[in-house]
């Protein structure tokens, strides 16, 4: 286990984006965007392709410079932390490493610069599990395996928040299943984690808040269980809908018609309603909870306005 | 700045293109060594061995190739996209900059160290067998090495802010290679008067391969100095602020 990281939990927010705009001529990427981090959670980054996410990620860390606005990590904006490497750990995009050094030659690199002992870089190529790996060209590994080398570079200083763009690409289910497994414990401990994705099936089970943001505009920030939360969760096919529109009201449960020939009702359960429609001797064909899938939000969520 | 400094000269050594360049160079010089000495023309018996012509080939060759190792200090970075990590463990660009300025000095040293090494392992046994007599002066030998290795630092400081100012790494190399081969002559039968102040003319009157036209070695010393102060303050200022994505 780390000996950094304890339990104890990092100031909140452990990034804070306040008001950043990016325009890359007269492209607006980013639209004065604010939302803050947490630590001892996992925050989903959540956005179509394009959305601004990656740019929004590299303004956090300090290699691009808003137009406007500010972003800062524990209070202080990248350039100006003491020890950015144990402070943040980021992993950007897949190619980050010069093919013809070896991996563990890459991670000596960075040590160096950030004044890590280099007994550090075999603990962490054990960790990512590349220690096979680590006198091989960079150029030579898989997909997985460069996402687990830029992983095991962001890990190098210890750092109590985590950054990343994109992890799951390439990893293969067990890589995504240590992922998930790895980021949870972080964060558990006190941590900071803010991931990004397009991909929201993986995102339901790894993240607790969810910040969606489309077209450099944020749309929503809140619990991925709130966001699920949405009306119309039972579907009810009826032959005679008025009179089981009638016994439900009276009992303080909420229905709408659709002109689709069903029911959606809200606010009630399925077991609830099926007794009612019983006791009311309404026969009922169909009474189906409707999951919501965090995808049918997050395109309800980006695609309201045309683009 | 001392650990962004020994990690750059970590990536040097961890690659195989520094190298490379370090055994092209060597090729390149003890070709040339054999070919200046073997036609005879060449030799001069009786000169000492600082006034050798194939050292000319050393002094010629050597800096461009320091050149080129400046430049792929940034534009393998940006290339392969390792300036994430550079500047992810280190936002303070300036320092990156210093460092790699330093880094690649050394690179150029030990690429002229190399050069005149292989030179003169090869040059001397051929001379004596021309008949060579054997004279040399520790000190003026001396000098002859420290003008070429103070010419690779500046050399390889040029190539550093060239390489942080256009990024691309062919655009970087094959704009300077055509420069310095072929470009700054043509320009210089223009415009003689002025050309004694290109960096190439400079370099050549630093490393003393003296035609009456060039500068003086020490004013050759002071305008590719200034060069390399100029190219590496374009660079700094160029990073300061540039997006990295």
């Known amino acids: 286990m780390d000996a950094t990281l304890t339990g104890t939990p990092i100031a909140s927010p452990a990034i ?6 990016k325009r890359y001529g007269g492209v607006t990427a980013v639209d004065d965007l604010t939302f803050e981090i947490r630590p001892g959670v996992v925050t989903g980054f959540l956005g179509p392709n394009g959305a601004g996410k990656t740019t929004t990620l590299r303004i956090v860390l300090g290699l691009v410079t808003p137009t406007e606005g500010s972003a800062t990590i524990l209070g202080l904006p990248y350039g100006s932390l003491d020890d950015p490497a144990g402070t943040v750990g980021a992993v950007l995009e897949t190619q980050s490493f010069n093919p013809l050094r070896n991996g563990r030659n890459h991670l000596r690199t960075i040590a160096t610069a950030a004044r890590i002992p280099m007994a550090r870089v075999d603990e962490v190529l054990e960790q990512v599990g590349l220690t096979a790996a680590a006198r091989r060209n960079a150029g030579t590994y898989s997909l997985g395996m460069r996402q687990r080398l830029a992983l095991g570079a962001a890990l190098l200083g210890e750092p109590r928040i985590l950054i990343l763009d994109e992890p799951a690409n390439g990893l293969d289910p067990q890589g995504i299943r240590w992922l998930r497994r790895f980021l949870r414990d972080f964060a558990a401990r006190g941590n900071a984690v803010l991931v990004s994705s397009h991909v929201l099936t993986e995102m339901a089970e790894l993240a607790d808040e969810a910040i969606v943001i489309d077209r450099g505009r944020l749309v929503r920030q809140a619990p991925i269980t709130e966001l699920t939360r949405t009306p119309g969760d039972i579907v009810v096919r009826t032959p005679e809908p008025d009179a089981l529109i009638a016994a439900l009201r009276t ?41 919501t899938t965090l995808e049918d939000v997050f395109l309800e969520l980006t695609e309201e306005a045309p683009r | 700045m001392t650990a962004q400094f020994l ?73 392969f996209g390792s300036i994430v990590p550079t500047l992810l463990a280190n936002p303070q660009r300036g320092r990156v900059l210093g460092a790699k300025v330093g880094a690649a000095a050394v690179g150029g040293i030990a690429l002229g160290i190399g050069a005149t090494a292989t030179a003169t392992a090869i040059g001397v046994p051929l001379l004596l067998g021309e008949g060579w007599e054997a004279t040399w002066s520790a000190a003026a030998l001396g000098e002859v090495v420290g003008r070429l290795l103070a010419a690779t630092v500046l050399w390889s400081a040029i190539g550093v802010g060239l390489g942080l100012a256009v990024r691309h790494q062919v655009a970087a190399v094959a704009g300077a290679l055509v420069w310095m081969v072929a470009g700054e002559g043509i320009v210089a039968g223009m415009l003689p008067d002025v050309a004694r102040y290109f960096p190439g003319s400079a370099g050549y009157a630093l490393v003393g391969l003296s035609e009456g036209t060039l500068l003086t070695a020490g004013a050759g010393a002071i305008v590719l100095a200034a060069y390399a102060i100029a190219s590496v303050a374009t660079g700094a200022r160029l990073m300061r602020r540039r997006d990295i994505d």
């Open chain 1, 16 to 21: 804070a984006v306040r008001g950043v705009t």
């Open chain 2, 7 to 79: 990690s750059e000269l970590r990536k040097l050594t961890t690659t195989r293109s520094a190298y490379a360049l370090l055994v092209g160079l060597a090729a390149i010089v003890g070709l040339g060594t054999i070919a200046v000495i073997t036609d005879g023309s060449g030799v001069n018996p009786s000169a000492p061995l600082e006034h050798q012509a194939f050292l000319n080939v050393v002094l010629s060759i050597t800096p461009l190739f320091a050149l080129l190792l400046g430049i792929r200090s940034f534009t393998d970075e940006f290339r």
């Open chain 1, 251 to 291: 009992n303080g449960i909420e229905v709408s018609a659709n002109g689709d020939g069903a029911l959606h009702v809200s606010g009630g359960d399925a077991a609830r309603i099926g007794t009612l429609a019983f006791e009311a001797c309404v026969p009922v064909f169909e009474l189906s909870e409707r999951h």
